[in-house]
């Protein structure tokens, strides 16, 4: 089974930029749908983007449309969540998570990273 470890987490300014990363290891990395995911404190986890195995399909939340761009390396088992214009509202931990097919709802993936928290100032 895959292993997922989160990173590039911060404090950033409105308006400011973020790239996240999650590292896989323990399994063979195109064979799963990758995605991120948020949890602001009070907050359910949602959706916010996802890639397909080979990287040709991505879903975006409403959310991050227009400001955020999922990629995946194969060469480095890594997938990335590029996150530009960024808002106070966007400020959570976000997950990465890895599963058999593409899902927007948590119970969708089966394994998760570890989270890294995004903070963005007013």
């Known amino acids: 089974q895959v292993r997922l470890v989160g990173s590039g987490g911060g404090l950033v300014q409105t308006g400011g930029s973020l790239r996240l990363s999650c590292a896989a290891s323990g399994s063979t990395f195109s064979n799963y749908f990758m995605a991120w995911f948020r949890q602001a404190p009070g907050k359910a986890r949602e959706f916010a983007a996802a890639?397909?195995?080979?990287?040709?399909?991505?879903y975006y939340a409403d959310s991050a449309k227009g400001r955020f761009t999922i990629s995946r390396d194969s060469s480095k088992n890594t997938v990335y969540l590029q996150m530009n214009s960024l808002k106070p509202e966007d400020t959570a931990v976000y997950y990465c998570?890895?599963?058999?097919?593409?899902?927007?709802?948590?119970?969708?993936?089966?394994?998760w990273g570890q989270g890294t928290q995004v903070t963005v100032s007013p």
């Open positions: 998570a890895s599963g058999p097919y593409y899902g927007s709802r948590p119970d969708e993936y089966h394994t």
């Open positions: 890639i397909s195995r080979g990287g040709s399909s991505t």
